[in-house]
């Protein structure tokens, strides 16, 4: 009975995405990936299950909403109106349960990207120029997809790397087959993974990328291999090889905007880059492919559904001279007696046209500032300064640059992550690796419910391991408190 609850459990994940996914951004109607019962024999075959894995994770299920703004939801950054549309309602008031449709999407889409990555990555198609760009990136994907599940599910590296993370499937189902039952790895066999992962999705990539695809931000590069092994590296608090990392990337070529016309555009744009400015790697959202009123942008928008507003203690870190600040509209939110003052997102602003917000999920001012806490962290005040000053004084021409040392300089440099890297869902991830209890502002009457104060102890700091899963492989253990 066990083994048919574990399969039909996987059949009902195809289905879901199979039904969900019939578009991607490269061409205006293929199929998802490869189907499972056709072997990856050319290159056309493998670029078809690459940009189907890369359309899974555009999903508002995943990096294309939910696990983007959970990561502003659940830290101190935005705050749920009183008048919204009922979307994430349990986030907001920290109710989650073992049963709930965000924890349990994020977790059955993540596995079903990674069973394509692994088709790709275990295919046996001859290496080539080609072969060898696409496993690199499927290889880059499995390691973020893993990177996003550890933290979600399982406590911290910096806390506990022995607690338990998340199960580790590494072998594609045609192979290995679907019914398998395997047990949480610990925190650190799974980052073990990562860094493995992304290490030779580093030596493979040739260094000039091949035709097989376009050459832009939609894709993964061999620099964001780097940028998403800094963060890794970060997470796990190994500071020196977060250094290295950020480093190779610094060397590519990668430059901040310069000027607040050139910073604003660059938010106001829709496209890809090529320019190597600010964005390293993004999800595309095209006019064909998009998710509607269901994306990132609609729910954070003036101009969408604006359901999640702006703190006003998120509004009151950045000075008037900031331009990040341009990036938060103060508005007023209902109509006649109900009206009231609201802060919006407007980092995503193109909810009213056909091709909309891109969500840029590494940015080259994140490597700068992981320079900087790396520095910081190797006792090293003058680079950690050098690299907090270079973004912090870029979006601030006025601002006096930072001399802190110590703790100070650190805390600084955290600070300066929650300014540049607000609602792009990593607040979060910062509040829990460095292990701090922490206070959503209460805003009164202007929100819907409040959830205030989330201790270090606190259980609901992990998401619950989904009910279904759990049902359909025994050897899960719950997360402590659910």
């Known amino acids: 009975m066990k083994t048919r609850h574990t399969y039909i459990s996987f059949l009902l994940v195809l289905i879901t995405l199979g039904t969900s996914c019939r578009k991607d951004f490269l061409k205006e109607d293929p199929s998802t990936a490869v189907s499972v019962d056709k072997a990856i024999l050319t290159d056309g075959d493998m670029m078809e299950a690459l940009a189907g894995t890369y359309r899974i994770l555009q999903s508002y299920f995943l990096f294309g909403r939910n696990s983007v703004v959970m990561g502003d939801i659940l830290a101190d950054n935005v705050y749920l109106s009183s008048s919204n549309s009922g979307r994430l309602l349990t986030l907001n008031n920290y109710s989650f349960a073992e049963g709930a449709t965000e924890s349990r999407f994020i977790w059955t889409q993540s596995y079903y990207a990674i069973l394509q990555a692994n088709r790709i990555i275990g295919s046996d198609l001859k290496e080539s120029v080609n072969s060898s760009q696409l496993r690199g990136e499927a290889y880059a994907i499995r390691a973020l997809l893993y990177l996003n599940l550890v933290n979600w599910y399982g406590k911290p590296y910096t806390v506990n790397p022995s607690a338990d993370g998340v199960p580790l ?5 045609d192979k ?3 019914l398998i039952m395997p047990a949480r790895n610990t925190v650190a066999e799974v980052y073990a993974q990562i860094i493995s992962d992304l290490d030779k999705a580093y030596s493979m990539m040739p260094e000039t990328p091949p035709a097989i695809h376009v050459t832009n931000t939609n894709f993964i590069s061999k620099p964001a291999v780097k940028a998403i092994q800094a963060r890794a590296y970060l997470y796990k608090g ?8 950020a480093l190779v990337v610094k060397g590519a070529g990668y430059a901040l905007t310069t000027g607040g016309p050139a910073f604003t555009a660059y938010w106001a744009s829709t496209l890809p880059r090529t320019d190597k400015v600010e964005t390293i790697f993004e999800i595309s959202n095209t006019a064909v492919a998009n998710n509607g009123v269901e994306g990132m942008d ?8 604006g359901d999640y507003l702006v703190t006003d203690d998120t509004y009151a870190i950045y000075s008037a001279t900031d331009i990040r600040r341009g990036l938060i509209l103060n508005s007023t939110r209902g109509t006649g007696a109900s009206a009231f003052q609201a802060y919006y997102v407007n980092k995503y602003q ?3 046209v056909a091709d909309r917000d891109e969500v840029k999920l590494f940015r080259y001012a994140e490597v700068l500032l992981t320079l900087a806490e790396s520095y910081a962290r190797l006792d090293d005040g003058t680079n950690a300064r050098l690299y907090l000053n270079m973004v912090a004084q870029n979006r601030d021409p006025l601002l006096v640059a930072y001399t802190y040392t110590g703790q100070a300089l650190i805390d600084a440099i955290i ?3 929650r300014k540049e890297l607000a609602f792009e869902g990593l607040r979060f991830f910062d509040l829990m690796r460095t292990n701090v209890s922490f206070t959503r502002q209460n805003m009164g009457a202007k929100a819907y419910s409040f959830y205030t104060n989330v201790a270090t102890t606190d259980f609901r700091r992990l998401q619950p391991i989904p009910e279904v899963e759990r049902i359909a492989n025994p050897t899960i253990v719950k997360n402590p408190g659910y």
């Open 298 to 305: 609609w729910l954070y928008a003036k101009g969408g559904i």
């Open 350 to 352: 193109n909810v009213g």
């Open 176 to 178: 290995a087959g679907v």
């Open 169 to 173: 499937v590494t072998i594609s189902s």
């Open 238 to 245: 190994d500071y020196e090889k977060a250094r290295d990392a």
């Open 415 to 417: 600070l300066e992550r």
